[in-house]
């Protein structure tokens, strides 16, 4: 969360003439309630079932750029969806994670101390972000321009 996939997604969508998905924006079309509401009623668990469904289903339907919630490739069934897929893992430092999401954040899993639960939850995911990852992308410091300007040069020396 706060490394830039939304804008970085757009902008790589723009450039690429492709469209832009995003599967916690699909879950919530799904279920006609906000990701917060789900773990609230539902738990986490219930969530990432959801997530795995709707990653599922944008690899099987969708050819443009895919943006994936922050916590979806804790689960070993998406990342074994994921295989084959070029994975992008956009890297974001605390500092920079904190000033982009903010201390007042509705998001479910910063609730209570922001900067400590950003902190662990980088510390947690990230050595798992880094082996899904075809390749990373450092964002602290850089503009979304600069970030999909690597993008774009990564993917198309990969090509």
């Given at each position: 969360?706060?490394?830039?996939?939304?804008?970085?997604?757009?902008l790589?969508?723009?450039?690429?003439?492709?469209?832009?998905?995003?599967?916690?924006?699909?879950?919530?079309?799904a279920?006609?309630?906000e990701i917060s509401?789900?773990?609230?009623?539902?738990?986490?668990?219930?969530?990432?079932?959801?997530?795995?469904?709707a990653?599922?289903?944008?690899?099987?339907?969708?050819?443009?750029?895919?943006?994936?919630?922050g916590?979806?490739?804790?689960?070993?069934g998406t990342?074994?969806?994921?295989?084959?897929?070029t994975?992008?893992?956009?890297?974001?430092?605390?500092t920079?994670?904190?000033?982009r999401?903010?201390?007042?954040?509705?998001?479910?899993l910063?609730m209570?101390?922001?900067?400590?639960?950003?902190k662990?939850l980088?510390?947690?995911?990230?050595?798992?972000?880094?082996?899904?990852?075809?390749?990373?992308?450092?964002?602290?410091?850089r503009?979304?321009?600069?970030?999909?300007?690597?993008?774009a040069?990564?993917?198309?020396?990969?090509?």
């Amino acid at each position: 969360m706060g490394a830039g996939k939304t804008t970085v997604g757009e902008l790589l969508a723009a450039r690429w003439g492709v469209q832009v998905r995003d599967t916690d924006a699909d879950i919530v079309a799904a279920q006609g309630k906000e990701i917060s509401e789900i773990f609230v009623d539902d738990g986490e668990a219930a969530f990432r079932a959801l997530e795995r469904e709707a990653v599922a289903r944008a690899l099987a339907e969708h050819d443009g750029v895919l943006s994936l919630g922050g916590g979806a490739v804790l689960d070993p069934g998406t990342r074994d969806l994921l295989a084959g897929h070029t994975v992008v893992f956009l890297n974001v430092g605390l500092t920079d994670a904190v000033k982009r999401v903010g201390l007042g954040t509705s998001r479910p899993l910063l609730m209570g101390n922001v900067r400590g639960r950003i902190k662990a939850l980088l510390d947690e995911r990230t050595p798992v972000y880094t082996s899904v990852a075809t390749f990373t992308v450092d964002t602290d410091g850089r503009t979304p321009d600069e970030v999909a300007d690597q993008v774009a040069d990564e993917v198309a020396a990969r090509a």
